[in-house]
């Protein structure tokens, strides 16, 4: 479908990648994973044919069309949101155009004529041609992906100038989805949503019949989406074979193996120079010796990768607050005519750990800046606690950093003594590193500045953090070190986040804010939220089912109880079942993931034997060996991609049933 060859791209001394291969097929789903600015967004551009590589090529099928949605940046006006989604049918609306055109020609024509047959021909190919597109679902395969994406059916006739910077994303997202291009390319796609739209994007991905290509700082969807996964890491790109968790098991397989190199080439080396210094001044054996340091000038020297995951930040602990650290009691906020919050009554312990969960526009934000006492209720009455002090954290906050001071200077201005040295480990965690730290606030970007407001705000002693939205522009290794921190935080703290694998080890408690209705509260992490909805959802349409029941006819219920009784009986069964038929493909998926993993290991020592000129020269006949396994792994590894291939969607479609 497409194929890149020897691609390369470089900015000044800096190289991203060099001579990068790979190619996509069908149907596959990749992630494109490593630390912000390491090349990944820069690919995906080239694919979409905005940014020219230095060197390589772009092979793609002629039939093959690719779709782009960049991080930001993207707007819509002078049309309706139905209009504007209808674009993803242009070549469809022309031709429903031509067809209205060639009708009004042959209404004018004389039917005896030979230019009215000829009409005819044309009229009946155009007529032959939408009919092969299906006109007549288009509008509900428009509203249907608006409604997914958390629009309104009384919002398609609303001015797309009307919508915000996160809307206008969705917007594009939408006419992505619609036009379906062979290759879909996602460059954060779920940064602007809540948790019920990625859930529905995941889904609708998981069954696209195009392949989709994603850079995401959610490991929740990489993990469920993806079976390939290209990794930028140190100037290389490395590709695996496999989702996020499996690239992290396979990385660390790899790492130990080049460890071990590196340890015996050290040694190696050190042997070497031994060697040199002993004899360095006999002259019987000045030959030996220049021998011997030609050689070593020869190696290619292996360099271990810096360990990220040694990279820690803490808190500065705080004063303990006093039990109860927030009460609300009949808050109500309006603008202007818009009621966002309604009669709301909440009380926050101190040590708690709650997510703030909901649809767009629900009131999460507006919450955030209340009990940061950013604003003020329209009525009610909120108290802080004893001794409690607040820390919050937005994405507008990066918009009051001081312009002209640097990067490190705007923490320094932030910090207290004790804190100092701990600066530059801070910033290495959020992404500034090296000459980083002396960039003006003014040139960096806006992902840049939300990470250096979020690093300035976590400075601060305080035992009540308030984050909205903090990893939106912060990288999966920025993303643990943050989450690491909040496992070790002695204080309480509420976070407004979609990011499911972010949240689920850090909170206890989720509220879910609802258009129209109070909040209501889920005890345990995300995924028990999301599962406890789901159970409620369930029971709700179990008890709206009897209203179908014909006239005449009652319902057996037993007083309501035997009903639920029996419910869970056919669940508790249906779950048995597919557990079942769930439990052999899981261990064959296992046993095939292991031996991609030994296949894959085995390939690289022969490729290091191989790359090595004196491994020709000395053991000629195992070097031919050497070649021969390695172009049977080739044909193994492809196998046993195909049959771990199968078994996800298999496992994928038994699971979502």
């Known amino acids: 479908m497409l194929a890149v060859e020897n691609l390369s791209i470089q900015y000044g001394a800096r190289s991203l990648f060099k001579d990068l291969c790979f190619t996509i097929r069908a149907k596959e789903r990749w992630a494109l994973a490593g630390p912000n600015g390491a090349g990944k967004s820069t690919l995906m551009k080239i694919i979409a044919g905005i940014e020219t590589p230095d060197s390589g090529k772009l092979i793609k099928a002629k039939q093959s069309t690719i779709g782009y949605l960049p991080q930001e940046g993207v707007e819509h006006k002078g049309s309706t949101l139905f209009e504007e989604a209808s674009k993803a049918f242009d070549d469809l609306i022309r031709l429903q155009k031509d067809l209205s055109d060639v009708e009004e020609q042959l209404e004018a024509c004389d039917p005896q004529s030979e230019k009215y047959g000829d009409l005819l021909e044309v009229f009946g190919d155009i007529q032959l041609r939408l009919d092969n597109q299906d006109v007549d679902r288009m509008k509900p395969r428009i509203e249907k992906v608006l409604n997914g994406l958390g629009f309104k059916s009384s919002d398609l006739d609303r001015p797309c100038e009307e919508y915000s910077g996160g809307w206008q994303m969705r917007i594009a997202l939408a006419k992505l989805l619609l036009k379906e291009p062979s290759v879909l390319l996602l460059d954060e796609p779920t940064n602007h949503l809540d948790i019920e739209t990625v859930q529905w994007l995941e889904q609708w991905l998981r069954s696209y ?156 934000s507006t919450f955030s800046r209340l009990i940061s006492q950013s604003e003020e209720p329209t009525s009610g009455t909120m108290k802080l606690g004893h001794k409690v002090t607040v820390s919050y954290f937005s994405q507008t906050h ?118 129209g209705a109070p909040p209501k509260l889920y005890y345990g992490n995300v995924s028990d939220y999301l599962e406890k909805k789901a159970d409620d959802m369930a029971a709700d349409a179990a008890k709206r089912a009897p209203s179908g029941v014909a006239k005449g006819k009652v319902a057996k219920s037993g007083g309501g109880g035997g009903n639920r009784k029996e419910q869970r009986r056919l669940e508790a069964e249906a779950r048995q079942a597919k557990a079942k038929k769930l439990k052999p493909l899981k261990e064959e998926f296992e046993k095939v993931e292991a031996e991609i993993g030994k296949y894959e290991k085995e390939k690289e020592v022969l490729t290091r034997k191989l790359m090595d000129p004196e491994f020709f020269k000395t053991e000629a006949a195992a070097a031919t060996e050497a070649s021969t396994r390695l172009s049977q792994l080739d044909g193994l590894l492809e196998k046993t991609f195909s049959r771990w291939s199968e078994l996800s969607e298999k496992i994928e479609e038994l699971e979502a049933d």
């Open 209 to 364: 019949g195009g392949a989709v290509v994603l850079i995401s700082h959610d490991r929740s969807m990489l993990d469920n989406l993806t079976n390939r996964t290209l990794a930028f890491e140190n100037g290389q790109v490395q590709l695996y074979s496999g989702n996020y968790s499996f690239y992290l098991r396979e990385r660390e397989s790899r790492k130990e193996l080049l460890e071990r190199a590196y340890l015996n080439q050290q040694r190696e080396i050190e042997q070497a120079q031994k060697l040199i210094d002993r004899f360095r001044a006999k002259a019987s054996k000045a030959k030996m010796v220049q021998s011997r340091i030609k050689q070593l000038e020869k190696i290619d020297i292996i360099e271990l990768e810096q360990d990220s995951s040694s990279i820690k930040f803490e808190f500065p602990q705080p004063e303990r607050s006093g039990e109860t650290v927030l009460k609300m009691e009949g808050i109500n906020k309006y603008y202007d005519d818009l009621h966002v919050l309604r009669d709301l009554d909440i009380q926050i312990e101190r040590g708690e750990h709650i997510a703030i969960v909901g649809v767009n526009g629900a009131g999460k």
């Open 398 to 515: 990066a918009d009051e950093l001081d312009p002209d001071r640097t990067v490190l200077e705007t923490l320094e201005g932030s910090v207290r003594n004790e804190a100092a040295g701990n600066l530059r480990s801070l910033l290495g965690a959020f992404l500034f590193r090296g000459d980083d730290v002396f960039k003006q606030v003014g040139v960096l970007s806006g992902g840049e500045r939300g990470r250096l407001a979020l690093a300035r705000m976590l400075l601060q002693p305080a035992n009540f953090l308030i984050l909205d939205e903090p990893t939106n522009h912060l990288d999966l290794q920025s993303q643990e070190v943050l989450q690491n921190a909040l496992i070790d935080y002695e204080g309480t703290f509420v976070i407004v986040s979609h990011n499911r694998s972010f949240l689920d080890p850090i909170v206890t408690k989720v509220l879910e804010f609802i258009p």
